[in-house]
């Protein structure tokens, strides 16, 4: 099975590439689109510069993935430690918080003390 070469409204990730920020915004969603639009704060720029040459770290969760960023590694914090994503070429107009979760998954252990009848009898491991 041949698998088909990467677009994104009708470009290759190539002709992204060569687009400019106003002209990649034109073709995001409105939100992103807006985002792109009202420019970028200063520690956005630095952190589109780390992540052309290495591993980048950054807590602005909101950063929209760019063109330049795919195949990149990015380290990005969610609250307590960061979390590591290759980015790929799906993920592109996405936010970059969209990827490492802010908050874990709970797992219950058996009933405890002052539990009810019917849970009693669940065997305890």
């Keep these: ?30 939100r992103q689109r807006r985002s792109l639009k009202r420019g970028l704060c200063p520690g956005k720029k630095k952190f589109l ?32 430690e960061f979390g590591t994503i290759t980015v790929l070429e799906e993920m592109i107009g996405h936010r970059v918080g969209e990827f490492v979760f802010t908050r874990k998954r709970t797992a219950h252990s058996s009933p405890g003390v002052g539990a009810s009848k019917s849970s009693s009898k669940v065997s305890v491991k």
């Excluded at 099975?1 to 995001?28: A, I, P």
């Excluded at 040459?53 to 195949?71: D, F, L, Q, W, Y």
């Design 1 to 30: 099975m041949v698998k088909k070469e990467f677009t994104y409204t009708g470009l290759t990730l190539d002709e992204l590439k060569n687009l400019s920020l106003n002209e990649l915004s034109e073709r995001l969603p409105a």
């Design 49 to 80: 510069k780390k992540t052309e040459n290495k591993v980048a770290k950054t807590h602005h969760r909101e950063m929209i993935v760019t063109p330049s960023m795919v195949g990149k590694v990015i380290r990005i914090h969610n609250g307590k």
